[in-house]
Structure formats: C-alpha cells, structure tokens
Antibody, heavy 125, light 106 residues
Framework: EVQLVESGGGLVQPGGSLRLSCAAS????????MAWVRQAPGKGLEWVGN????????HYVASVRGRFTISRDNAKNSLYLQMNSLSAEDTAVYYC??????????????????WGQGTLVSVSS | DIQMTQSPSAMSASVGDRVTITCRAS??????LAWFQQKPGKVPKRLIY???SLQSGVPSRFSGSRSGTEFTLTISSLQLEDFATYYC?????????FGQGTRLEI
C-alpha cells in the first residue's frame, strides 16, 4: 500500500524557515517524480513544485522560486521541502504527492496519483 | 503559462441529476488532464486521468472527455456522496496548474 506521511508543519514567524518531510513507503520511491501541493485555508489547490526521480531536475511555481527548495533522499525514501523567507501568503496545508508513472509519463511526470494527509504550515507573528 | 478556466465555480443539483463541469485550457495540453474530488477537510481524490481514464475504484457514473482544449467531467446520476468540490489539473507544461474548482452543492 502506497503511503505518504508528511511532517514538520507548524507555526512560524514571518521571515522564518521551516523544513517539511515526507516519508514514503509501499513503492519504489526512486522510480517516481514527487511533488508538493498546497492549499491555503478556504482556497483552491496550488502546485508548489516537483523533483525528478534522481533529483536532477526541479520545477517551482513562480511565487516560491528562490525561497523554497525541494530535495529527496532515495536511500531514505524521503522527500523534503525547505521553505525560507516565509510570509502569511505561504500559510496552507502542504501535501506530498506521488506523480503518476505510466508509459511515456515516467520521464516527464504524470498527474498526481497519490497524496499524503497533509501538514499545516501557519505563518504568523 | 497555461491557464485552466473551470466552470461553473459553483452549482446546485439534486440526487439523480446529470452534471457536467468544464475546464478550458488556454493552449493545447494533449490529454494531460486529470480530475479530482475534494470533500471538506479531506485529501483530494483522483477520479480521472489522461482526460478520460477512470481511476480504479471510482464509480462508473464519473466520466471524462475532451474536445480540443475543452475537457469535461460528467457525473451521470448524482449520488449524495458526490457533493464536493471538483478540480481539474493540467500537467502538460510548467507551471502545473489547477482549475479554480467547482463547488457542487445540494
């Protein structure tokens, strides 16, 4: 059974940093693109960024580029999101997501097949 | 950036109704579109991928279709458990984008 378990969320002051982790199990972690998706309270879903299977390629939404960094440790079956210079606009539930891999999508990444339960990040003074 | 225009943003319907939700892409995205259902306080659930493939375990009353850059999610006969918010997602190009969501109410 695929499981994605996020941790590391909490309350942080504006300008602060936080590191989220996602522990993956039930599949060959190193074979999948992984992503982070967030949802601000009462708002829609927003893709934050993703990372290729071997960590050689990363992409980010413009609003976090330069502040957030996604990394992974395939030996530990873990995904990370380092968030710096946080502002109130970053307050959201952050989901760890496994991207679909089937046919040609394995190389470029498919849609969002499996989701973790999410971890809440609150940025407030 | 590829914009996904989802409509309607909200709608009311009754059990047994046929419902359609549409997402229009600002440019061609091939079949790189998925649909998700989200209930309050819950994790989004994948319904449809590759524009028309039904996720395993999802009832067959859900279906997806494509006409050019317009994608449609159809619920053939609404059940009580289908009242939720629905999102489309394009993953053809970066940034990956979701539609704004459709809140389906009783």
């Amino acid at each position: 059974e695929v499981q994605l378990v996020e941790s590391g969320g909490g309350l942080v002051q504006p300008g602060g940093s936080l590191r989220l982790s996602c522990a993956a199990s039930g599949f060959n972690f190193g074979s999948y693109w992984m992503a982070w998706v967030r949802q601000a309270p009462g708002k829609g879903l927003e893709w934050v960024g993703n990372i290729k299977q071997d960590g050689s390629e990363e992409h980010y939404v413009a609003s976090v580029r330069g502040r957030f960094t996604i990394s992974r440790d395939n030996a530990k079956n873990s995904l990370y999101l380092q968030m710096n210079s946080l502002s109130a606009e970053d307050t959201a539930v952050y989901y760890c997501v496994r991207r679909y891999c089937g046919g040609s999508t394995c190389d470029s990444g498919g849609d969002f097949e499996y989701w973790g339960q999410g971890t809440l990040v609150s940025v407030s003074s | 950036d590829i914009q996904m225009t989802q409509s309607p943003s909200a709608m009311s319907a009754s059990v047994g109704d046929r419902v359609t939700i549409t997402c229009r892409a600002s440019q061609g995205i091939n079949n790189h579109l998925a649909w998700f259902q989200q209930k309050p306080g819950k994790v989004p659930k994948r319904l449809i991928y590759s524009s028309s493939s039904l996720q395993s375990g999802v009832p067959s009353r859900f279906s997806g279709s494509r006409s050019g850059t317009e994608f449609t999610l159809t619920i053939s006969s609404l059940q009580l458990e289908d009242f939720a918010t629905y999102y489309c997602l394009q993953h053809d190009g970066y940034p990956i984008t979701f539609g704004q969501g459709t809140r389906l109410e009783i």
